[in-house]
């Protein structure tokens, strides 16, 4: 959730920048630094869609409670 | 009640007076109104017969029970979409509007749609389920969430042993690893089935780390995934906060939770392609977004040289135009030499011709021809007159070829014509 919100954020940002830059109304230490916002604001949203530190993870409840447990997904198979 | 006759020999209270009396077109209207405003739409169950279908295409038949006979029409338009061929003796459930044929006195079921009784009773409810939450909005459009942009935590409502979750961990695993899956696991087939599924979506919603919930089972047979079509997991769905996707069966099997669902797609897969779809999008879109950032620099920076070149340009000109103005002295250098020459030689040919035209105005060219010209000494005075001189003035005259000193004796006295 939170990284969904970070990544619209910053992609929204990164629109925003190329959008201020095409409209060629910056002075040159405006757009360097623009410029630099944005191409880190790209390598970082690039890096969460590279990322691939994926979690598979089974959701339980117990008493109201919600907890994660790994999700064995060969066992599944083996049952389907 | 029985009442009284009318009395024929009192006719002074007029009957028309004391109730009214209908045509028959009147109260055959009245009751068509009444049948038609009470029952509306209805769906009756019952047994073929009579069945006759006219060459206008029209069906004509009668609904029957034990007791009863209830005379049908289903015209051309609707049974043109009839999946099976009524007959006498079918047992049916028929769909439609009860109508009264005032021509012959009859009323009669205008049918709409007809099914076979058994799957029928089903399929009754399914539809009058869908009906339902039709009406009450359930399917509208407006009420359709947009998926995120991209959904990194994803989660999914199903059975942790089917076909249908190694399907979406594996299509996400190789085209979106990025993405988390929380699995809700559930029964998808059987009596509490749809308790599971709903709650699966309601705990999903409350656990609350997921940006999409993917419910979903594999192919099965219709009985399968009926669950599927239940209202306890259509209300779910539509009551989740988080965007659902219903990746139910195979292809064409279209279950309540498809139409509530904010997007629905034919196979499980199909779900999980829609993640991978978004990524591949983004990727593409941050790609572009980045080469736009440095060519916008890019352009910046060449055009700033651009401007940078023309400076020094002008800073290094004034030795060209030292050159510039060197160069334009001489041309005018060489321009004016030439002037000069041109100017010498036009006053030579005009001096020449001056000459000539002088030559030929000198006494000299007269004196050639026998004249002579006597000048008054010293002073050098041409003598036109005898009257200007005197004897003994001294007079040089000029010959055609030389010239002679003299001394004037006397002043004749008349011109020389009288000589």
């Known amino acids: 959730m939170k990284e969904k919100q970070s990544f619209e954020d910053d992609l929204k940002r990164l629109q925003k920048i190329v959008e201020e830059l095409s409209g060629g109304k910056l002075t040159l230490g405006e757009s360097l630094k623009k410029y630099e916002e944005g191409i880190k604001l790209a390598q970082s949203c690039s890096a969460s869609l590279s990322d691939a530190q994926r979690k598979v993870e089974l959701l339980t409840k117990k008493d109201g409670k919600y907890s994660l447990e790994r999700f064995n997904q060969a066992e599944s198979e083996d049952k389907a | 009640m029985p009442k009284p006759g009318p009395d024929l020999f009192n006719p002074a209270v007029s009957p028309k007076e004391q109730k009214h009396i209908y045509s028959v077109s009147e109260i055959t209207h009245d009751i068509k109104v009444i049948l038609e405003n009470t029952f509306g739409e209805v769906w009756v169950e019952g047994e073929i017969s009579n069945f006759r279908a006219a060459t206008s295409g029209h069906f004509y038949f009668s609904l029957k029970d034990q007791s009863a006979l209830l005379a049908a029409a289903m015209f051309a338009r609707a049974n043109r979409e009839l999946k099976f061929k009524l007959e006498d003796g079918q047992k049916v459930i028929c769909f439609g509007k009860v109508d009264v044929y005032g021509v012959r006195g009859q009323y009669q079921l205008i049918v709409d749609k007809v099914e076979p009784t058994g799957l029928g009773a089903r399929q009754l409810a399914f539809e009058q389920l869908k009906n339902k939450l039709f009406k009450e909005g359930l399917f509208a459009p407006e009420h ?132 991978v779809d978004k990524r591949n999008a983004l990727v593409a879109e941050l790609d572009s977004l980045r080469q736009e950032i440095v060519f916008i620099i890019t352009e910046m920076i060449n055009s700033l040289k651009g401007g940078l070149v023309a400076l020094r340009h002008m800073l290094k000109s004034p030795l060209d135009r030292l050159l510039e103005k060197q160069q334009l002295l001489d041309e005018l250098r060489s321009g004016l030499n030439q002037g000069i020459r041109y100017y010498l030689n036009i006053s030579r040919e005009r001096m020449v011709s001056l000459i000539e035209k002088l030559g030929a105005l000198s006494p000299l060219a007269v004196l050639s021809r026998g004249y002579s010209l006597s000048m008054l000494l010293p002073q050098g005075e041409i003598i036109k007159e005898a009257a200007k001189i005197k004897p003994g003035d001294k007079v040089k005259t000029i010959l055609a070829k030389g010239a002679f000193i003299g001394l004037v004796q006397e002043i004749a006295a008349d011109n020389f014509n009288s000589c």
């Open chain 2, 144 to 275: 359709k969430r947009e998926l995120p942009l991209m959904p990194f935590s994803v989660g999914i409502v199903t059975s942790a042993a089917g076909a249908a979750i190694r399907d979406i961990l594996q299509i996400l695993a190789k085209g979106s690893p990025c993405v988390s899956a929380v699995i809700r696991a559930v029964r998808v087939q059987g009596e509490s089935a749809a308790k599971e599924i709903a709650a699966g979506i309601e705990d999903l919603n409350q656990f609350g780390k997921v940006d999409l919930i993917i419910v979903s089972r594999g192919g099965g047979s219709v009985e399968d995934l009926w669950s599927f079509n239940e209202e306890i997991v259509a209300r779910a769905i539509y009551n989740s906060a988080i965007p659902v996707v219903s990746a139910v069966g195979h292809q064409i099997n279209t279950t309540l939770s498809d139409l509530v669902a904010d997007v629905f797609v034919e196979t499980p897969s199909a779900a999980a392609k829609i993640i």
